[in-house]
């Protein structure tokens, strides 16, 4: 059990492919902004907002993978000690999607099985021609990952509190 007046700190990664809104998502989060080309600041590894879950004061920590997923050169650091994870991809790049059973396999290496959510972002962009997803694909996949599944718009705020307040919530089911 919870010591009373204990906060939970929670270290979540945010992952997935380059470009898909993980930067943005974080700072919608923690600072309630949205830019069109926010530039990750150096040298912050991570920004955190803290939240009530069932009485439970919860901070969570969100860490950023300062650009380099590209490159499969992300520091054991960023992993290490991670206690959630957001599996995010885009609704306009079908390869980011492709690229989410890899990107859950490298989680489930580095830290195990930790409450984890499958996000599709960009769904304000649902209406492009260009590499559209569709739903039940990705529905498919969190079924067959058992995660739950949220669809996003870092840009127009939706669905973004419901992400992290689940992840706190299953975090802290399984204290
Ligand atoms: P990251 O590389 O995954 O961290 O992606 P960024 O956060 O840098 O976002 C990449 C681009 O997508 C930026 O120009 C963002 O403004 C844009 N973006 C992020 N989320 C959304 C969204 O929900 N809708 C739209 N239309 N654009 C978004």
Partial sequence: MLEEDMEVAIKVVVVGNGAVGKSSMIQRYCKGIFTKDYKKTIGVDFLERQL???DEDVRLMLWDTAGQEEFDAITKAYYRGAQACVLVFSTTDRESFEAIGSW???VEIEVGDIPTVLVQNKIDL???THGRMDHEEAEGLAKKLKLRFYRTSVKE???VNEVFKYLADKY???L
């Fill in 52 to 54: 009530l879950v069932n």
């Fill in 104 to 106: 859950w396999e490298k």
């Fill in 126 to 128: 649902l209406d492009d």
């Fill in 172 to 174: 802290l089911q399984r």
């Fill in 157 to 159: 705020d939706l669905n």
